[in-house]
Antibody, heavy 118, light 110 residues
Framework: QVQLQESGPGLVKPSETLSLSCAVSGYSISSGYYWGWIRQPPGKGLEWIGSIYHSGSTYYNPSLKSRVTISVDTSKNQFSLKLSSVTAADTAVYYC???????????WGQGTMVTVSS | QSALTQPASVSGSPGQSITISCTGTSSDVGSYNLVSWYQQDPGKAPKLMIYEISKRPSGVSNRFSGSKSGNSASLTISGLQAEDEADYYCCSYASSTSLVFGGGTKLTVL
């Protein structure tokens, strides 16, 4: 079955760039679907960060757009998130997920906690 | 864009029905039939329960149903069970090719 697994540093310093990857198994990213990133600060709700279509088109949350880059590496069957100039407010569990349309996230990774602290 | 508005908490007894509301604007919920609902247990990833207002993914109990009226959407759980206790989030497509989540609702089964 299709599985997603996030990976990346659990601790990032303020003003630096947060970089995460999501490895996909059981399905070829280049075959279809949207692939997205969602985050959840401790004790708070979900926030959509952005998504990428299998063709490479990207869609970002307007409030984060200036700091976010999502890309796909079809050779590794994974997609990645870069969030620049991070602050403590970016501390959260970061999830990667597959969506059939931009809005319907049907398969999620387990999530990875990222803390922004010096 | 602002988060969709959900009640912070709802509760019900086993066997009862509860409804969770999700209020947006004419730029999101009101303009698109693209509202989804997610169930999240503590420490776990969210799980898709409803998509496109009222469709259920394979494997989701038919006790879960969704609807929409104007700028608001709703999730109804009938025949409440202890295992339904969780946080629930709505999500809507929004203008400018964007998505917005609700603030989340904690469901307590009494």
């Amino acid at each position: 079955q299709v599985q997603l697994q996030e990976s990346g540093p659990g601790l990032v310093k303020p003003s630096e760039t947060l970089s995460l990857s999501c490895a996909v198994s059981g399905y070829s990213i280049s075959s279809g679907y949207y692939w997205g990133w969602i985050r959840q600060p401790p004790g708070k709700g979900l926030e959509w960060i952005g998504s990428i279509y299998h063709s490479g088109s990207t869609y970002y949350n307007p409030s984060l757009k200036s700091r976010v880059t999502i890309s796909v590496d079809t050779s590794k069957n994974q997609f990645s998130l870069k969030l620049s100039s991070v602050t403590a407010a970016d501390t959260a569990v970061y999830y990667c997920a597959r969506s059939r349309g931009l809005d319907t996230f049907d398969i999620w990774g387990q999530g990875t906690m990222v803390t922004v602290s010096s | 864009q602002s988060a969709l508005t959900q009640p912070a908490s709802v509760s019900g007894s086993p066997g009862q029905s509860i409804t969770i509301s999700c209020t947006g604007t004419s730029s999101d919920v009101g303009s698109y039939n693209l509202v989804s609902w997610y169930q999240q247990d503590p420490g776990k990833a969210p799980k898709l329960m409803i998509y496109e207002i009222s469709k259920r993914p394979s494997g989701v109990s038919n006790r879960f149903s969704g609807s929409k009226s104007g700028n608001s959407a709703s999730l109804t759980i009938s025949g409440l069970q202890a295992e339904d206790e969780a946080d629930y989030y709505c999500c809507s497509y929004a203008s400018s090719t964007s998505l917005v989540f609700g603030g989340g609702t904690k469901l307590t089964v009494l």
